[in-house]
């Protein structure tokens, strides 16, 4: 019986064409795979194939990533400073050779620079302290809205810890006191508006 479907799988009987041969050879192969990365014909592993199947990489390595991580934040910040330094004016790259004047000194050329540093620095110095008190400023107002919401919070929870009391309170025979219950129920109905019916 095993001998006839392996024939048919193999396209010896009934007219079976080379795709199912192909097919028939994918699934030895498939299983000869299996069975040498197992270790065996056997359904258990052996020692070596288990110690070898946990050894494999699995692509999770955190020193790599780690060092992937610390080499894209230093990217950030050198992008950070070059941009910084392209809006204050200056070159970003600092391999920049002053010309050599005929006398063959930089003097002059490094005096020009010191002025217009001098020039550009109170400028900047101006931005910087518009910009830090905005800042502040802005850091202020969040701190008391914050401050205004956590108030109203507490207050919103103190008087429902409030009414949730008055609601739970009891007789002495266990009974629920009612005069609180018609009160809340009265002042909800002064809230709202009235309707004409």
């Not at 620095?121 to 202020?140: I, N």
């Not at 002495?172 to 109905?189: A, D, F, W």
Request: some cysteine; overall charge positive.
């Amino acid at each position: 019986m095993k001998a006839r479907a392996l024939e048919h799988q193999r396209g010896g009987g009934g007219g079976g064409g080379e795709g199912e041969r192909s097919e028939w050879k994918e699934k030895k192969k498939r299983r000869w795979r299996n069975e040498k990365r197992l270790g065996g014909k056997g359904g258990s592993l052996s020692l070596e194939a288990f110690a070898n199947a946990k050894s494999n990489p699995s692509g999770y390595n955190p020193s790599i990533i780690k060092k992937q991580r610390e080499f894209y934040r230093n990217a950030k910040f050198v992008k950070k400073y070059k941009k910084t330094l392209t809006q204050q004016g200056q070159p970003s790259d600092h391999k920049t050779i002053p010309d050599l004047e005929e006398d063959g000194t930089s003097e002059n050329v490094r005096k020009r620079s010191k002025k217009k540093k001098k020039q550009t620095l109170p400028s900047l110095e101006e931005e910087y302290k518009k910009k830090r008190a905005e800042q502040e400023k802005a850091k202020m107002e969040k701190e008391l809205i914050i401050r205004a919401e956590e108030e109203a919070r507490a207050k919103a929870e103190s008087k429902r810890k409030d009414l949730r009391k008055k609601m739970f309170k009891k007789t002495r025979s266990g009974q629920p006191v009612m005069k609180y219950r018609i009160q809340h129920l009265l002042e909800g109905l002064a809230e709202k508006p009235n309707c004409n019916s």
